[in-house]
């Protein structure tokens, strides 16, 4: 009788352990499904965000295509006459002015050199209203490939924004189409140095540009502060300039073709 009482309670044991067995499988495999559901929900919760935001900053209405001929380097202090104003493209100098937050006019010729490395030229009539300037102004973020500045010249709207072969003009800095332009052509990949710096250039206004030519200072190295624009790389930069830019001057100075990858540039 005893023997089999724990024939009995050997069987129940182990029907017990085995309940116990599916259930923590069953758990696990709940568990498991879970998180491959979730994490599925994940990625397409963000890849419908991403699509959004790419249709989104893909409708632009108003946005001026140009084709941009050539881009070389020309002498520092030799001023290129351009077809658009602000120009969207074109030959500049060896130097690239920094992005970042300007409250005086910038040199054409610089601008036009970050607009090759991929940055966005937000430019607006002086005398624009100083709550739309602050608007603007707030548009950059530090280490963002965008510059803000007035603009002396002719343009067709208060507010315009150029990338590389590209424009988009605005009446206020609330416009949506400047915002997405920004968010699309921001470190833009279809110019002819992608990813190249947006800082270690030049910091300083076309008017500081122009007094140091008259004076035959040197531009673009020693002896250019890095005060002008809120930051866009500091005394660092100057010193990257300084040691980088030497071959770069060079090849600037004769005005060379670009390469067949379009680089001129050390990166």
């Not at 709550?131 to 530090?142: F, M, Q, R, T």
């Amino acid at each position: 009788m005893a023997k089999k009482k724990t024939a009995e309670e050997r069987r129940r044991r182990a029907a017990e352990m085995r309940a116990q067995r599916l259930k923590e499988e069953r758990r696990k495999k709940i568990l498991t499904i879970s998180g491959v559901s979730l994490a599925a929900a994940l990625v397409l919760g963000l890849l419908a965000f991403a699509i959004f935001m790419e249709i989104r900053s893909r409708n632009i209405s108003g946005v001026e295509e140009y084709t941009v001929g050539s881009y070389a380097h020309v002498d520092v202090g030799q001023r290129v006459d351009y077809e658009q104003s602000p120009p969207v493209g074109g030959d500049h100098w060896a130097y690239w002015q920094n992005c970042g937050v300007y409250s005086e006019a910038l040199t054409n010729e610089f601008a036009v050199h970050s607009l090759e490395h991929g940055a966005v030229w937000i430019t607006y009539e002086p005398d624009l209203p100083q709550d739309e300037i602050d608007a603007l102004d707030s548009l950059y973020s530090p280490g963002d490939y965008l510059v803000v500045s007035p603009y002396e010249g002719e343009m067709d709207a208060p507010i315009v924004a150029s990338s590389w072969g590209r424009q988009v003009t605005a009446e206020t800095a609330d416009d949506q189409d400047l915002t997405r332009f920004v968010q699309r052509y921001e470190r833009g990949t279809d110019v002819p140095e992608p990813g190249a710096s947006c800082s270690g250039g030049v910091a300083e206004t076309a008017t500081e540009i122009d007094a140091a030519l008259a004076e035959g200072e040197q531009v673009g190295g020693e002896g250019m502060s890095d005060e002008s624009a809120e930051d866009t790389g500091g005394a660092e930069g100057t010193e990257e300039s300084e040691e980088t830019g030497g071959s770069e001057d060079t090849e600037g100075s004769e005005g060379s073709e670009n390469t067949e990858d379009g680089s001129t540039d050390e990166e």
